[in-house]
């Protein structure tokens, strides 16, 4: 005799109750109400869970043991629906459990209401509203952050350059004052040179060789590397 083949128990309906599958959109959820979100999730978690008792198939099972699958058939065929239905029922449980304890619902539904609002906030800014941060590319964000720091550090080096230039003009003033003295020393020293130049000619008819000659070229000679040291 051929063991019989167990029924799979049916897959449930999902974890709580769902809205109306019309494509007509659906109102916004209230905080306690499963939104859009929750029951996405709570499909998605049933769909998980029947796949995952489907792969402990009665094949599988009876595998396992096969001694109780030879002799006892329908009784392992029992054991195994009620293992399959116990598995199910606690993990479905421990689900509503965390759903209930964490505020899932209300929190999905909280994210839901932001997202709707960010999307509505966004068709307005593409209308020709103020556009959200979330909207604007990195560059502005990065630059709109740094703009006070720029600001403040360009009045500081703009302080510090007009600083200089200051100093720089007064710089050229005085190096300026300088050269007009060193010219006036010039041609002061020019001039004694000349009139030493001068008085030297007239001494030549006077003196020869002597001791005054070679002390009048002597001073002569000193005035004139002071005039070069001057102009240089």
């Known amino acids: 005799m051929s063991p019989p083949t167990p029924t799979p128990p049916p897959n449930p309906p999902p974890l709580s109750p769902s809205p109306s599958s019309s494509p007509s959109p659906l109102p916004p959820p209230t905080p306690?109400?499963?939104?859009?979100?929750?029951?996405?999730?709570s499909t998605l978690y049933t769909t998980a869970l029947t796949h995952t008792l489907r792969t402990c198939s009665y094949a599988n099972f009876a595998a396992c043991f096969p001694t109780p699958a030879a002799q006892k058939p329908e009784l392992l065929a029992g054991v195994w629906e009620q293992i399959v239905a116990r598995i199910r029922e606690r993990a479905v449980a421990e689900f509503e459990d965390i759903v209930r304890e964490r505020e899932v619902v209300g929190g999905l539904n909280g994210w839901e209401r932001v997202v709707g609002e960010a999307r509505g906030r966004r068709e307005r800014g593409g209308e020709g509203g103020k556009v959200g941060l979330h909207m604007l590319p990195p560059e502005q964000l990065?630059?709109?952050h740094l703009s006070p720091?720029?600001?403040?550090?360009?009045?500081?080096?703009?302080?510090?350059?007009?600083?200089?230039?200051?100093?720089?003009e007064e710089l050229m003033e005085g190096i300026k004052r300088q050269r007009e003295e060193?010219?006036?020393?010039?041609?002061?020293l020019e001039g004694v040179i000349g009139d030493l130049e001068g008085a030297n000619e007239v001494m030549d008819g006077v003196l020869g060789d002597g001791e005054v000659r070679r002390e009048v070229v002597e001073v002569e000679m000193e005035v004139r590397a002071v005039g070069r040291e001057a102009k240089l």
């Not at 306690?32 to 999730?41: E, S």
């Not at 302080?159 to 720089?168: A, D, F, L, S």
């Not at 060193?182 to 002061?188: A, N, S, W």
């Open 149 to 168: 720091y720029l600001q403040e550090t360009q009045r500081e080096l703009d302080g510090k350059i007009r600083g200089v230039e200051v100093e720089n």
């Open 182 to 188: 060193v010219e006036r020393l010039v041609g002061g």
């Open 32 to 41: 306690l109400t499963p939104g859009p979100l929750f029951t996405r999730l």
């Open 142 to 144: 990065y630059l709109a």
